[in-house]
């Protein structure tokens, strides 16, 4: 997904760009690459290069770094062609519509070999379609509750909340003790922050969409949906949050606010720490995470699970040798490899790495509850263009409609997005 890569550029996973053509990948001895910009670091990609190539005389990995601008158009033109690139990523949220169109190589033999047992379930469901497998997790990150350390301590505050009921008391006394300063919130939360937004629809048992015979249908309209946004619209008000009511966390950058040390508390990934470092050094000293807090004691909620898979186009000349590549790759060698750069790996339920940083170690917690939207080609659909989630979420929070009446609109204009042909 753009976004999630954008943010992982951020956090010093940066690469220099080599090209965007598919070039010469469809000789026998050249495997031509194509990983997206701030996937891997050049010395995690450098190295797995050279071992491939020392293991497979006479194969030639070509590393292409593609730009998220753009990609879906590129990844299209690419896979339709008669060269394509032998290994891609793509993101988890457009692997279904790729799956569907049949350019992809079904890997369903091949993924015991590729470290099934040990993949982030989520993420293995996105590279699903039909009941044959086509994409293989790469890595995936997700939101945690960011904290001001200080501004806790102030505050009396010692131990994190484990339940919304805590969350709640939370949010109380931080007010209690910083309200009087104008520049304070205890919670930043924008209202159109719909990835924070899932985690309470899923923990209170609602669905954004569920799979009524061959289609999906929303399924915003019911009980338990409503619930979790009763529960975000209670958050935004308790908190006494000054995020715009119709944007989400990017507009303006929530790392930027967090960064001025007003900000108790924001739903953030963890890279968006490093953000706000940049604007005050500080900020990362004082920090810590914890996962976004269930309504059941002993549970934590589950998160959207954003991030990436890897795939063979259907018409790559080495379809053989690139099974090997992601063989190398999926290998918990590779895997911890990946860990250490701040992600949660996709083939590996080995986090022990990102234990060493609060945030990322929060995540690492919360990434076992990992969800992702139903994993149809039309999706991208709902997510893109006018997100008829995000109009929901303005419209209850400033008043223009109740819940049920934005639920209802929502849920219609998402049964129209699903039931659209690609």
């Known amino acids: 997904m753009k976004a999630w890569k954008a943010l992982a550029a951020t956090a010093a996973l940066s690469l220099t760009l080599a090209g965007c053509g598919g070039g010469p990948g469809a000789s026998d001895n050249t495997l031509t690459v194509w990983l997206m910009d701030g996937s891997a670091s050049d010395a995690l990609i450098d190295e797995l290069n050279a071992e491939f190539e020392q293991t497979h005389p006479g194969m030639k990995v070509d590393y292409q770094i593609q730009q998220w601008n753009g990609i879906q158009d590129r990844l299209t033109t690419a896979l339709a062609s008669d060269d394509p690139p032998d290994v891609i990523e793509l993101g988890n949220s457009q692997n279904p519509q790729f799956s569907a169109e049949g350019t992809l190589l079904d890997l369903t033999a ?20 039909e009941g044959k ?34 969350l709640l008391g939370v949010l109380a006394k931080l007010q209690q003790t910083h309200g009087s300063d104008p520049e304070f919130q205890s919670l930043y939360l924008p209202g159109q922050s719909w990835y924070a937004l899932l985690s309470f629809v899923w923990d209170s048992g609602g669905e954004l969409a569920v799979q009524e015979g061959p289609n999906y249908q929303g399924a915003l309209d019911t009980e338990q949906a409503r619930e979790g946004i009763a529960f975000y619209q209670q958050l935004v008000k308790e908190s006494a949050t000054k995020a715009p009511a119709d944007t989400d966390e990017a507009e303006p950058q929530q790392a930027e606010i ?60 080495d379809a053989e040798a690139a099974k090997e590549y992601l063989k190398l790759l999926t290998s918990q060698k590779y895997q911890t490899k990946i860990a250490q750069s701040g992600v949660v790996p996709g083939a590996s339920q ?46 209850v929070l400033t008043g223009q409609k109740t819940i049920v009446e934005a639920t209802v609109e929502a849920n219609d204009k998402i049964d129209k997005l699903l039931a659209a042909k690609n």
């Open 133 to 166: 497998q086509y994409g293989v997790p790469f890595y995936a990150a997700n939101r945690v509750v960011v904290y001001n350390k200080e501004l806790f301590d102030k505050a009396g505050i010692t131990e994190m909340p484990t339940n919304r009921e805590q």
């Open 110 to 129: 091949d993924a015991e070999a590729l470290n099934k047992s040990q993949w982030v379930p989520a993420l293995g469901e996105s590279g699903a379609w």
């Open 350 to 395: 080995d986090t022990s790495a990102l234990e060493s940083n609060p945030v990322s170690a929060a995540m690492a917690i919360a990434s076992k509850a990992g969800k992702v939207p139903p994993a149809v080609p039309q999706w991208a659909a709902v997510e893109s263009g006018q997100n008829p989630l995000k109009d929901m979420m303005t419209a």
């Open 258 to 317: 967090y960064a001025k040390g007003k900000t108790a508390m924001m739903i953030a990934l963890p890279w968006e720490v490093q953000t706000a470092a940049e604007q005050n050094p500080r900020i990362a000293e004082i920090s810590g995470a914890f996962p976004i807090p269930s309504k059941f004691p002993g549970k934590t909620a589950p998160v959207f699970l954003g991030g990436s898979n890897l795939a063979i186009p259907a018409g790559s000349a």
